[in-house]
């Protein structure tokens, strides 16, 4: 009964803030003069025929997988009240460095692919020291570094790309790229096991980087909850002063923190690169880092939460053309998100107080009877 | 959750050499024009402080600082505000949005207005929800970038020109006045730009690009600055405020309503960065998505640069503005600027040596050093590299400024009425 009921209040809160959202959005578009409900049919139509309802699972699938990498990235960090914002440069440097590590190689399979992912979580990683190694030394706040440190990324990558880590072999013209990967080093993909599900198959493959999410997953979930790394992240988030009286070194835990989310944003790039575009290039997707940021939030940082979260995610992104085709803003699905994580928080915190309330009057239910008056003169002082 | 997000250490001031502000204010530019003037005959890089370079510094400026000053504005009310970006946002849509349509008043008024919305919104959050500052701001950020291109699809597309990413040019102009004499009629700073003598020349440079054509936009904007001072060091009001900043609990056993003069500190917060949203849109003519660029987290660099003062918070900047307007003015220049943070982070590097700290010793040293390579070998940098310049300098600066920082004590802490 309890884990049920356990169950029930870790799942109410974000149901209930997922209906608000929807809600706020409809009210928005009726007040700016779009029809709700062709906008929400649209957002959960998957289309007639078998073959596009593959399609856009596929979509979905495929969309999520970098989402949860990213949401699980930031979500170690804010394990312990770090703000990592900065998954965005962290991914954009270590995708463009493992393209190019990967496209100068020439390695069998499985090795192939582990250099790229290993020099990928390594570039995230180095990258992420500077804003830790900053705050360590220097005090300075993370927030801002990161941040800053994204937009140098946009540069650096632009620099990288466009001059010691261009494809040699190809010409002058177009836009700049690094060497594409070799067959080795290409992700075989999910295709015919959708008919193991009595599904079609989708006319393209579902990222084999799937697989390597789902053992992230698994991985960081262990991590957190059953190993001393663990417990000293969660307790340095929780109280950080109890934390460094118990003998938790509060510097040391800031930097492998912050190295570890770096090292998780480095394969964030990793299921576009591998199962994709299999090069680098100035088209390559931006703006993944910041949604795992909203989508670390709505998750409240627990691996499972997470998933669901960058389904949820993948699932309004996926929607954006089959608005457009309604003639509605196909950026309605962004603002549902927004909304989504704004009502999510807020959902949380009311959640929180609710809980606390009642746990307040079981306490007092069970109290003796003498101390009750006591209890009661000083919570009536609170309130004054 | 409960977080102090505000890990900078307070360190009191030291009474016994108790130096006036304005002084330190005073000595410290003059010392910038020094260091430029330096820069400039060892480089020969004259745009570092010509007219031209010090109007686009104001321009450029202006966004950052008035951001940095809502934020100012928040914390001194004790709510962090890292939506700013977003609300900077939301004031360039409002701006381009009105502009085009109805000139600047009203892109004015667009875009204080729709700063301010993006204010309440993070009033109502945490301050009402008691929602971490901090997820609040970056929620905001988020749902303010979306909001504007759904926005933008559903006003701005097809009409005179506008699109999914832009508006249409503003129409009208803005009034803009000069100093008589010294920067207008006889232009007796342009005169004295023109010889070229080290630090006159560069002082003419910048005080004449700073005093011509100035728009009353911009004035008024400046003129804000002494205001905010004025009203929180100055009056009961700012007492009350900054009380609420650093003692809310405290604050209300004396009666102060926290929860009003924060959803008012917040609010016009908003309404100072959607005031630097129009400055970013008059400079460009129109409304062009993400021209916001990161200005409002730089804004917020430049308020805790500034130690929560508003004349600190100015110097910053007018640094960041600086960099800003040498590398859109002239990329070129910009590798002359490593001969300046060389020098600067080895006199770091010598300060941390004496005071026994290796760690920063060896970063400041090793930095510095690359930076002096970088200006003796390199010709030129890359592009790419030169768009970097502001986010880059913020980071240094940073890294140097914020040891003898205190911000409000209770700047991002979760505060709810009744529990004093």
Not at chain 1, 234 to 245: D, I, L
Not at chain 2, 71 to 90: C, F, Q, S, W
Not at chain 2, 219 to 229: M, Q, S
Request: proline content about 5%; overall charge positive; hydrophobic content about 55%.
């Amino acid at each position: 009964m309890t884990a049920v009921r356990r169950l029930g209040a870790a799942l109410a809160p974000p149901a209930v803030a997922v209906l608000i959202a929807l809600a706020i959005t409809a009210l928005l578009l009726t007040v700016l003069g779009v029809d709700a409900g062709t906008a929400l049919r649209a957002l959960v139509d998957f289309g007639g025929s078998a073959q596009g309802q593959a399609n856009q699972l596929r979509t979905l699938l495929s969309g999520a997988v970098p989402l949860f990498l990213a949401g699980v990235a930031v979500s170690v960090a804010f394990r312990m009240n770090l703000f990592n914002i900065g998954v965005e440069g962290q991914y954009r440097v270590a995708t463009v460095c493992a393209a190019y590590v990967g496209g100068e190689l020439a390695l069998p399979m499985p090795l192939h692919v582990l250099v790229i992912v290993l020099v990928a979580m390594l570039a995230g990683a180095a990258y992420a020291a500077v804003p830790a190694v900053l705050k360590v030394t220097r005090g300075v706040n993370e927030v801002i570094t990161t941040i800053m440190l994204n937009s140098i990324a946009v540069g650096l990558a632009a620099y990288l790309v466009a001059g010691p880590f261009r494809d040699s072999t190809a010409g002058e013209g177009g836009n700049p790229t690094t060497r594409p990967l070799g067959e080795s080093a290409r992700l075989p993909g999910f295709q015919d096991s959708f008919l193991l599900l009595g599904l079609q198959p989708p006319t393209r493959p579902v990222t084999g980087f799937l697989v390597v999410a789902v053992v992230v997953g698994v991985v960081v979930a262990l991590l957190v909850s059953r190993t001393r790394f663990g417990f000293e992240l969660r307790a340095s988030g929780a109280n950080p002063t109890a934390a460094v009286a118990s003998g938790i070194p509060a510097k040391a835990m800031v930097l492998r923190a912050m190295l570890l989310s770096g090292a998780l944003a480095g394969l964030v790039g990793l299921p576009e690169l591998l199962s994709e575009d299999y090069s680098y290039g100035t088209s390559f997707t931006s703006g993944l880092g910041f949604t795992g940021i909203a989508v670390a939030l709505l998750g409240r940082n627990s691996v499972p939460g997470i998933a669901v979260a960058a389904l949820l995610f993948s699932f309004l992104d996926r929607a954006g053309p089959s608005l457009e085709t309604q003639g509605i803003p196909p950026s309605v699905s962004t603002i549902i998100q927004g909304t989504v994580v704004l009502t999510v928080v807020v959902v949380n915190e009311v959640a929180a107080r609710l809980l606390a309330r009642r746990e307040d009057r079981r306490v007092r239910g069970r109290t003796e009877p003498a101390a009750v008056p006591a209890a009661a003169a000083q919570q009536g002082e609170g309130r004054a | 959750m409960t977080v102090d997000t505000s890990e900078r250490t307070a360190v009191p001031a030291s009474p016994g050499r108790r130096v006036s502000r304005g002084r330190v204010l005073l000595l410290g530019l003059a010392g910038v024009v020094v260091l430029l003037s330096l820069t400039r005959v060892v480089t020969g890089a004259d745009v570092l402080t010509s007219s031209g370079t010090a109007a686009a510094l104001l321009v450029l400026a202006l966004p950052i600082a008035l951001a940095g000053l809502g934020g100012l504005i928040a914390e001194r009310a004790g709510v962090v505000n890292i939506g700013l970006e977003g609300m900077l946002i939301l004031g360039t849509w409002g701006a381009g949005w009105a502009g085009f349509q109805w000139g600047p008043w009203a892109a004015l008024l667009a875009a204080v207005v729709g700063g301010a919305l993006g204010g309440l919104l993070h009033a109502v959050a945490t301050v009402t929800f008691g929602v971490n500052h901090i997820i609040s701001g970056v929620a905001i950020n988020l749902l303010a970038a979306g909001f504007v291109r759904f926005l933008s699809e559903l006003f701005l597309v097809g009409r005179s020109g506008g699109g999914a990413t832009q508006s249409a040019s503003i129409v009208g102009s803005v009034p803009s006045l000069s100093l008589p004499v010294l920067s207008s009629g006889p232009d007796l700073l342009g005169r004295l730009e023109a010889t070229r003598l080290p630090v006159l020349a560069d002082l003419g440079g910048l005080l004449g690009g700073l005093t011509r054509d100035v728009s009353v936009f911009q004035i008024v904007a400046v003129l804000l600055f002494p205001l905010v001072g004025w009203l929180l060091w100055r009056t009961r009001l700012g007492l009350r405020w900054r009380s609420s900043g650093e003692a809310p609990t405290a604050a209300e056993t004396l009666g102060v309503d926290v929860v009003r003069i924060r959803y008012l500190a917040v609010t016009l917060s908003g309404a100072l960065a959607g005031f630097g949203g129009l400055f970013l849109v008059l400079f460009a003519g129109r409304y062009i998505e993400g021209q916001t660029g990161g200005r409002g987290y730089i804004g917020l660099a430049a308020m805790i640069f500034g130690n929560w003062r508003p004349g600190g918070l100015l110097s910053g900047s007018l640094l960041f503005g600086f960099t800003d307007a040498l590398r859109l003015r002239a990329p070129d220049a910009v590798i002359a600027l490593l001969l300046l943070v060389a020098v600067v982070l080895l006199v770091l590097a010598v300060v941390s040596f004496v005071r026994h700290r290796r760690v920063a010793t060896v970063l400041a040293g090793a930095t510095g050093v690359v930076a002096l390579l970088g200006w003796l070998l390199l010709d030129s940098l890359p592009l790419q590299v030169v768009a970097t310049t502001p986010y880059i300098v913020t980071l240094v600066v940073l890294a140097v400024a914020s040891q003898s920082l205190r911000p409000p004590r209770a700047a991002g802490l979760p505060y709810r009425r009744g529990q004093a």
